[in-house]
């Protein structure tokens, strides 16, 4: 009679979890078999929770699944399962190398200093009795190698690498900004050593003001999880944090303080020297003629970025492409020179 109950309720219980389900999120524990769960609307419901659930998994923030006409807790879901962000694996790391970056020397040693060398030889730090940095801030104007940099940092280390866009972050209910944070930071600690990079950041992070309206407090109750999440770190903890932005100048005081953004590298436009390599890394594959003197486009005097650089020579190919040629010549480059060089008007006031 016994196992004729179980079946039967075993069925049942696969028969109230064939129907779709809606998500909640778990709040608090009333008693052994009711609960109080939030939805994505912002109500709240008290709701019963099926025997066969088990308890020690109902823990606040919890993501668990609720029966779409009796609202009665019927499952809990893995902390993963409804959020977007997600690890990169070994195969899925962006392939790129400090090689493939022109210039960029005292960038790359200090990223390498602030990033690789806490998590490889943490010991070191022990030793000399002081913290490693938390966070790394990479600005500078668009196209200098800032995303670039990061991905080779990714590719070089074997911690996890957790990539995320400010702009994610801000979600359609209220709420899910500051939980997506908690969840970043929790996987990455789940998953130590860890380095998180978020780019584009000043989506996220710009400085407070009186918000007028709920899409901008939310802004500000993200960022404010942010600074929280930052401050919560364990030294001994492997997480390291790169965040990425073109304008450090509207980012918000408390972020940019020592203790969350301990190390601060700037990514100007490139100088004649920095020109040359960048030059050399993008023709390295090049089919060249003779005659194309890469001396004569570092020589001169315009403002370009690394992006731009790159530009400039793939329109060159394309240009040679274009004409049915296997050659590139020096008439592609110039070419391509017009083409991508940005006209002084178009330059910002901040940058100059």
């Not at 480059?333 to 017009?338: C, D, L, M």
């Amino acid at each position: 009679n016994l196992k004729r109950e179980l079946l039967r309720a075993q069925e049942e219980v696969k028969r109230i979890q064939s129907v779709p389900l809606v998500i909640g999120q778990f709040m608090e524990m009333v008693d052994g078999n009711n609960g109080i769960v939030g939805s994505t609307t912002g109500s709240n419901y008290y709701v019963r929770i099926l025997s066969t659930i088990n308890r020690e998994l109902l823990k606040p923030s919890a993501s668990v699944a609720l029966h779409r006409h009796s609202n009665a807790l019927v499952d809990v879901l893995p902390p993963e399962a409804d959020s977007s962000i997600s690890l990169l694996g070994s195969s899925e790391k962006p392939n790129v190398t400090y090689t493939d970056i022109g210039g960029c020397d005292i960038q790359k040693q200090e990223i390498r200093e602030a990033v690789e060398l806490p998590l490889t030889h943490h010991e070191l730090y022990k030793q000399i009795g002081i913290d490693p940095p938390r966070g790394v801030l990479l600005y500078g104007p668009p196209g200098t190698g800032k995303t670039m940099l990061a991905k080779a940092v990714a590719h070089h280390t074997t911690a996890a690498f957790i990539r995320v866009v400010g702009s994610e972050f801000v979600q359609k209910y209220l709420g899910e900004g500051p939980r997506m944070v908690r969840d970043v930071f929790r996987l990455a600690k789940e998953n130590a050593p860890a380095i998180i990079f978020i780019d584009e950041v000043d989506a996220i992070a710009t400085a407070r003001f009186d918000a007028q309206t709920g899409a901008d407090r939310e802004v500000q109750r993200i960022l404010m999880e942010l600074l929280n999440q930052m401050d919560g770190f364990d030294q001994t903890v492997n997480v390291k944090v790169i965040m990425a932005t073109n304008r450090a100048d509207t980012l918000d005081p408390a972020l940019l303080r020592p203790g969350r953004l301990d190390r601060k590298i700037e990514f100007p436009l490139p100088d004649r020297r920095q020109k040359r390599l960048v030059f050399q890394v993008c023709t390295a594959k090049m089919n060249l003629s003779d005659e194309v003197d890469l001396e004569d486009y570092v020589s001169r005097p315009d403002k370009i970025s690394a992006a731009d650089i790159a530009a400039i020579c793939q329109e060159a190919g394309m240009h040679a492409v274009r004409k049915n040629r296997y050659v590139i010549l020096p008439k592609d480059f110039e070419k391509g020179y017009r083409t991508n060089v940005k006209k002084p008007e178009t330059d910002f006031d901040f940058y100059k």
